[in-house]
């Protein structure tokens, strides 16, 4: 079956370090999106991709970048992790059109220390 | 700009009917997206509503009045798993993405 993972599922790193999630999805869909979940902000959109070597900043981009080399990934990387990047990270994709569902990966929760 | 919003909380009964309400304003809007998010798992699609109207699933229903800038999630026969968040979400003409509202923690009680 199809799916959409993410790894780590848990990371604790130190405030300055380089981090990167991994999110790698089967179903070849075009559109790949990350998102942080904090508590009274909902999801918001950190960076997307509608396609291979397209990626595009979300509405809290700063601090995070994300690259799309193949239809099936789209690692998230924290070039210099801060406490105010703690959060949970879900990756999701959808197929093509603004019509289509997102499919929503497990999630990371990191924490910076 | 964006905007959305949902109640924070709300408590219903194992058995009831229970309605969501959500706002927004959006620039662009194209369509309303609902989402159900249990504690600690990935939010998963519930329904998807572009034209006015009811669009029926099962016990969930979803409503949208593009006019009044306005939808609801209408859940029917509550039962204790039905215990979730639920996340309304807009899309846009012209993009791809979702800007989401903060969710509404929805509370099942015997």
């Known amino acids: 079956d199809a799916e959409i993972t993410q790894s780590p599922r848990h990371k604790i790193t130190e405030t300055g370090r380089q981090v990167t999630l991994a999110c790698h999805q089967t179903w070849n869909h075009n559109n790949m999106f990350w998102y942080r979940q904090d508590l009274g902000h909902g999801l918001r959109l950190i960076h997307y991709s509608y396609g291979v070597q397209d990626t595009n900043k979300g509405e809290v981009s700063d601090g995070y970048s994300v690259s799309r080399s193949n239809t099936e990934d789209l690692p998230l990387t924290l070039e210099s992790a801060a406490s105010s990047q703690t959060s949970v990270y879900f990756c999701?994709?959808?197929?093509?059109?603004?019509?289509?569902?997102?499919?929503f990966g497990p999630g990371t929760r990191l924490t910076v220390t | 700009g964006q905007n959305i919003d949902q109640p924070t909380e709300m408590t219903a009964t194992e058995g009831a009917i229970v309605q969501i309400n959500c706002t927004y304003q959006?620039?662009?809007?194209?369509?309303l997206f609902w989402y159900q998010q249990h504690a600690g798992e990935a939010p998963t699609f519930l329904s998807y509503n572009v034209l006015d109207g009811l669009e029926e699933k099962g016990r969930f229903s979803s409503f949208l009045s593009r006019s009044k800038g306005y939808s609801y999630l209408l859940l029917k026969e509550l039962q204790m798993k039905d215990s979730a968040s639920y996340l309304c979400a807009a899309s846009q003409t012209g993009a791809n993405n979702l800007f989401f509202g903060t969710g509404t923690r929805l509370t099942v009680i015997p």
């Open positions: 959006t620039s662009g809007f194209n369509g």
């Open positions: 999701a994709s959808s197929e093509n059109s603004r019509d289509d569902e997102q499919y």
